[in-house]
């Protein structure tokens, strides 16, 4: 499927942190060129000149979302990294433009056998909210606000490879998880599918470097705010928490809901999530470690570490990797989990990438093989 | 009962992390005066060569334990910041040293009746773990040796002073909580007491700053290790646990079993909680957190925060204050309380000056009123 | 002078970093009482919103700068941390609001003389730098914009009290320091009055933490642009740079043109610089010492370090101390001096209070003898 | 000259942090395979006990030193990241034991002749200090100890590529610079050698992250010592400073004496130095910069900042580059410099490679292109 050409990759919305770790990854993959990226408030600058990490490579200035000429751009893949709410409005907006065949209301229901037919229609791989939650009405619910591309929704495909894979090879439109999401479903899935924990008492207490909260000026964000301190925040009410439900009612094939509190930690990148729960009636620890091992064996990017081996962020930073173990509780019947990522790669960047390796045909693994980097 | 004489007091083991917060509060302290301060490796040194930042106050040399000439000193209290299992030989060893009134056989049931009696005798406030756990079986098991001091432990009143303190008053020997302890207790022992809660699912995810793991030289203790990234450890084994269930056992008038998991955070100090319970049959949320706002109403060193007000470590960086609040978890029935607190301030060396000045008979307030620093 | 009456003072911009500091710190001040707070953007709020940690204490609520009645008022000092434009504009507001003698024109030779008649007025304690450059072109040059109240500007008093005390304690409006004048000057006026170095070969290198920048919403004060990282910005164009020159002239009797290059480190706070000058003819680096030594003996906050101990920002993190140490450098003829300070204390509201108490006839020391904090 | 075959090497002290680098590194290099790993402490370990980041790749066990048989593991290369001292004793046991041709008499005068007749023996990149300086007798000096094989010293290439290039392609014997010496010689060499700045007048004043320091467990390198504080260390003493001064000596043509004074930050990984030069007469800031701007043009790991871009240690975290800049003083005829490296990569590891590359023929840039990672 690889030609000698290289695939045309364009970036909506390059000047956030997400934006950079997508830069950062592109660059160094071998079968893609980035072609385009927009910026709003920085249109017109080099890429340089936003991140100074990021000069010094053959890219093309950021330039304004409605400069962009779509058809003309052609694009194979482009990533939507914008905020939700304005992410739905230009996705649904170069749909039309570039006449997408996902328009085409036969192709929910067909889309494998379409594959072909819309050969040469751009790739989305949307790293925002938007399109994650299938229920467009829960959409409104936790995003306040009604969601304007209801009839879209139902073609995109939720990207966790490691779930999804066949339906992202076939996807024209791909809603990447958060990074919560991540870290928690790739934890939790496997054993909700295999009946070995029970939905009704799943508590996540997630902790988080803080690139994830974005480059936007926030005093919550400043340096003095957050160094030298900790404290949760958005308890029982974080956005994530739908998506996670939504995912894990797949699993348990039930509707359930889980407790969920993330924390801010002083460090630039890595989220760590402590999962409660409790096994199901004759269910032990060891059997909830063989299901994720089983599960993961031939996972590129998902680790299940040996004996007491303790997950850390930084056996997995700049990485695109997870690492998961169990351990026993010492309350009886109940068991932890810890799965521990980079929330700007397995947790953004790098999982977009993967997804779209998996719709251009690509080896899943290409561009995606960093070591992680410590110290 | 004070007069102008300042009280003379000791601290044993004053070159770790905890000694030097300890000498901190001291010095501001304005009815106490440092006599005596020992450091085994560090023996003949003025504290100013071992703290660079306790240069220039009037304190005396650093001697070895052995080098204390026990009556001579003539301590009102003394201070044992030392290892467990060191604490008891050094703490039997001084009581016999000075003839102490604690060594008489009656006086565990008649404390409050012979206090006059044996007025002059040395204050002992303990701040490692030896005396904290009243059952030594349990100590054996959890520290991996036979205590050697099992008949002085019914001395030793658990300096948790919120609800502990007449009895703290009353003692010549107190063993201060460990730090998770304070802040999971001052969260939990009103509810299970009033029965808010259940004591069958109590779950304590806590963070801790890296003070928290002192000055020795350990790989995990390594900037490079801690810094930019997160972890658990010590998962269903720390040893704060059993002291955790023994006063939560006090409180609810029941054994139990307590799920509990610290986690090690890329900052100096600070500690936070974030708990999960389940409520009692009938018990609501607000039945919580008025609990608590009654129980800590007059209390100088708690707050109850109002409406969701987040605890952050921040708020109580070099204070002796503990903040906490109650949130709704999203699982009916269910309920989050957040604590926190400055692990080396009320989660150590200022709790245990809040206990000296109990046993002293000062307002307990004396010399911790610091306003939290923040940046 | 002191009655049992506590004096009255206002805080002008207590919502920043520099405004929390002088909270804190006056908070613990026996003499004073805080009866007056403003910030614009919170105005209405309690300061416990805008600073959690300060929450709890008998505080008045920030109210906008136009809602100050300002005889009403009855101040005794105000401290004025707002930013430099807008303080000259309130200060000189304020003094015709009061009808303050300071507006006297002949005040400014006869200050001392006066002093009785004008007993009463408030004290003013400027944190900005408007009234820091006696040459009001040269603060237009710096700073981009005409003085508007150039007629008070001489009687403003450079407020370094270790070389202005006299001055400070007569004055009725103090300029405060820049944090890096006053690490620099305390380790280098006394050397340029003895002519122990040149005045033509001066360069310091200066390291801060992030604090100093205050609480303002720039993506350079942002965490994730900071942690992990560090660089030098302002190269020769720092405003504290004519700050220093004008100081070091009065000490050197001399115009003269310094190096001054400061870098932003991943910490809240500290500040530490390392200037590099050279010996005048025949001076040693012991005389350079011995100078030292001798200018701070009895000064209550500088420290010279004995033998070759070296300043650290951990040394007074938190306390109104400077700790200086003088070295050889392997360039023959020349002098390494180290300077540390805490940039919010005495960089800013310590050195403040430090004035405060002068101008009041309070002990100077009062309130200001923390002991840094350590972890 | 590259075959199919992968290039066989090996790392002698893969335990610590610079060793740590080189395996990531090296994982990503498409033509070389790891072989031999030792590491003293933690010899029989898989390296993924010791770095969990590098578990769960295809590497060798960890094993002593004195286990390796060394013509049988049929080595390329070998990286040396022992401690110095342990280095020069184990390169010499090495080369005789593989009766190297290094050892013979003659090779020095001849190394360019007689490459072809030695192909075959392994190439030596030491990390260590122990071949960096040219002169034995400045060693035992510096690093207080005799220097125990003065007859290999002669043989080593003094391992900087933008300088020594063609003679590190015929070397079998590279020392690697220190991280100092990297980012100053890289600013400070063409200056030098093109006339542009006095060589009497060089202070560099260097601030770097923690992991230059090692993994050994020294208090000074604990997180509570080092997290929101910085300080100096060996002023006047540094080791750097006579393998600074032997090169920018040889672009001089005179001998020297330079002012180095390093600085601990609280951040991992990164170095900056701000350089302190005076202009040559009649030489200009631009005429500095534009010498840099010449040299480096080519240079692929090397940039000189646009118009007054600042160099900061997040543009090149985790990459090998180094990037410069220039600054005029604003004391008249002096001049400041920036310089920025990654004191792992450039400063040690990458570096490392780099000479490996050019010594086994492959292109120089291979492996190395990492882009640098911020957040």
């Not at 010094?56 to 962009?68: F, H, R, S, T």
């Not at 000429?69 to 990294?81: H, I, K, M, Q, T």
């Not at 037919?117 to 909210?129: N, R």
């Not at 009410?237 to 509707?255: N, S, T, Y």
Request: net charge negative; hydrophobic share 45%; with cysteine.
């Amino acid at each position: 499927m690889l030609d000698s050409r290289k695939f045309r990759v364009g970036i909506l919305g390059a000047s956030g942190y997400t934006g950079a770790d997508l830069v950062r990854l592109l660059i160094a993959h071998p079968h893609v060129e980035i072609v385009l990226m927009t910026g709003e408030r920085k249109a017109g600058k080099p890429i340089g000149e936003v991140f100074p990490h990021l000069a010094g490579y053959d890219l093309p200035d950021l330039i304004a979302l409605e400069e962009v000429e779509w058809p003309a751009v052609e694009l194979d893949a482009v990533f939507c990294a914008l905020p939700h709410a304005t992410s739905q409005e230009v996705i649904k907006g170069l749909l039309h433009a570039t006449n997408h065949s996902l328009l085409d209301e036969m192709i929910v229901e067909t889309a494998g056998d379409l594959a072909d037919a819309i050969k040469g229609d751009v790739k989305v791989i949307d790293l925002s909210a938007d399109f994650r939650l299938r229920n467009t009405e829960t959409y409104a619910e936790w995003y306040g606000r009604t969601h304007t591309a209801p009839e879209i929704q139902p073609k995109a495909v939720y990207g966790l490879p490691e779930f999804y894979r066949d339906a992202v090879r076939e996807a024209y439109l791909v809603a990447c998880p958060g990074c919560y999401p991540t870290a928690a479903l790739l934890a939790l899935v496997p054993l909700l599918k295999a009946g070995k924990i029970r939905a009704d008492d799943i508590l996540i207490d997630a902790k988080s470097g803080v690139s994830g909260a974005g480059r936007s000026l926030k005093e919550n964000n400043l340096f003095v705010e957050i160094a030298e301190a900790m404290h949760p925040y958005g308890v029982g009410a974080h956005r994530h928490m739908p998506e996670i439900e939504q995912e894990l009612a797949v699993a348990a094939g039930q509707d359930l809901t889980i407790s969920f509190t993330p924390h801010l930690v002083p460090m630039n990148r890595g989220e760590l999530e402590t999962i409660y729960a409790k096994l199901s009636p004759g269910q032990t620890v060891s059997d909830v470690k063989e299901i994720l091992e089983q599960t993961y064996r031939d996972e590129p990017f998902v680790t299940v570490l040996r004996g007491a081996d303790m997950p850390a962020t930084r056996m997995v930073r700049g990485s695109n990797h997870c690492v998961l173990n169990v351990f026993a509780d010492r309350i009886p019947g109940r068991v932890i989990i810890v799965s521990a990522i980079d929330n700007l790669v397995k947790g953004s960047s790098g999982q977009a990438i993967q997804n779209m390796n998996l719709m251009l045909g690509i080896d899943e693994k290409t561009g995606l093989m960093q070591v992680p980097m410590f110290p």
